[in-house]
């Protein structure tokens, strides 16, 4: 495991993630580092706790003392095991690298249990703590040893929202304009992690020099998952092999991100508008909350123009994953893109394209949280079915996306 500001030479500034990768040394460390795990849980509670208990950050204090099997700063693995058990050495030995986006509220320790399960798979996972106001804990390059600078939450952002509104036209669009942020931050860490491949930086400590693979697989959950789907439609062509998501929140995806997804599905009763998705003459989608805000000509009357990515056209294979709450409320779009992938309507011929529900599973079960909350506090608090252990719902969880992503290695 690695914690590091990654740096884009190309760009100014830097982007704060944490690296979990493979290795032959065998260690352990705290969940959350010494020097801000008291930080860390009082702004967590801040910003993501139920409104009656924020002020109280003691009830997660136990997360202080949690150790995960991951040795700091290790050396990369130097041999891999590939889809058959056959070990490779080390000048053969490549690791495909996922870019993870985490969820409103969330930051990249609060998925460290997804991350250390594909880390042992064979993945390098580069888990980003997003700059867009939307994280509950982000550093901040500082600007000497001493100084903790936290991007601050957006709490602001909530003035737009009105629980009485049917759409929430500005709320929605105030999150698709962080969303432009995360797109550029995915983007950014991909162009460094790629640049790391080719020569060591002194800004971190484990070479990955030749050691990694150049298809990069992004992967999210709810926000995350939707700006995986956003940068991936204007990403460099032919560089991001696979997408999996969870739960994601397809309308708070970019313009350019929601008509990439819709843009050549072709439904009986459409009229050929690319972007408007009709079944039986009904509008199942016509670009979500406020619709297209800079619909271009293309946009309005169909066809496709060069300057407008697709990701049908593409080579890129894709996984979503809904909760069951989410799928019975209907939110991130599930029922359209189920139907949709049903028949075939999403994705590129010959790439592989699935949607599956997680039964017993509530949206935030994705994080690690629930897992090291106490489970009856949890159940109280309703953020968890209650008919099975968080652990069993994560478990559940990566066995999908490892199946999927293996499936991905047997077709390469």
Not at 124 to 144: A, C, M, R, W, Y
Not at 229 to 253: E, N
Request: glycine share 8%; with cysteine; charged share 25%.
């Amino acid at each position: 495991m690695k914690e590091e500001n990654v740096k884009n030479e190309k760009k100014s500034g830097s982007v704060s993630t944490r690296i979990f990768y493979p290795s032959n040394v065998s260690g352990s460390s705290l969940y959350l580092d010494e020097k801000h795990g008291a930080l860390f849980t009082n702004e967590v509670m801040k910003v993501s706790g139920p409104p009656p208990l924020r002020p109280y950050s003691f009830l997660i204090d136990h997360w202080r003392l949690v150790r995960i099997p991951a040795a700091e700063n290790a050396p990369a693995a130097t041999i891999s095991i590939d889809n058959t058990g056959k070990e490779e050495l080390e000048e053969k030995a490549q690791f495909p690298v996922i870019i993870f986006s985490h969820g409103l509220m969330g930051n990249s320790r609060t998925y460290t249990y997804q991350a250390m399960e594909l880390a042992s798979h064979g993945y390098v996972v580069v888990s980003l703590d997003h700059g867009d106001g939307s994280s509950s804990f982000t550093i901040k390059e500082p600007q000497n040893a001493e100084q903790v600078n936290l991007v601050p939450y957006d709490f602001d952002i909530f003035k737009h929202y009105d629980p009485t509104r049917k759409e929430n036209v500005d709320y929605v669009r105030a999150r698709r304009a962080q969303m432009e942020i995360r797109v550029k931050e995915i983007l950014s860490a991909m162009d460094a992690i790629l640049h790391l491949n080719k020569q060591d930086e002194s800004y971190c400590q484990t070479s990955f020099q030749n050691k990694l693979t150049k298809d990069m697989i992004f992967m999210g959950h709810s926000f995350g998952g939707a700006a995986s789907l956003s940068a991936a439609a204007v990403a460099r062509p032919g560089l991001v092999r696979s997408i999996l998501v969870q739960d994601p929140a397809i309308d708070w995806m970019t313009d350019v991100g929601r008509h990439a997804l819709f843009d050549e599905v072709v439904v009986e009763g459409n009229g050929g508008v690319e972007g408007i998705i009709k079944k039986d003459g009904n509008v199942l989608y016509d670009g979500g909350t406020g619709g297209y805000r800079n619909q271009s000509t293309d946009m309005n009357n169909g066809g496709t123009s060069p300057e407008q990515p697709s990701l049908h056209n593409t080579s890129i294979n894709m996984q979503f994953l809904y909760s069951n709450e989410w799928q019975d409320a209907n939110w991130g779009n599930e029922s359209i893109l189920d139907h949709l992938i049903t028949n075939n309507h999403i994705g590129a011929k010959n790439q592989k394209c699935e949607l599956a529900v997680i039964k017993d599973m509530k949206h935030n079960e994705s994080s690690d949280v629930h897992v090291l909350m106490p489970f009856w506090l949890s159940k109280v608090m309703n953020a968890i079915s209650g008919k099975r252990q968080p652990l069993d719902v994560h478990r559940e969880l990566m066995d999908k996306s490892l199946q999927f992503l293996d499936g991905m290695k047997q077709q390469q």
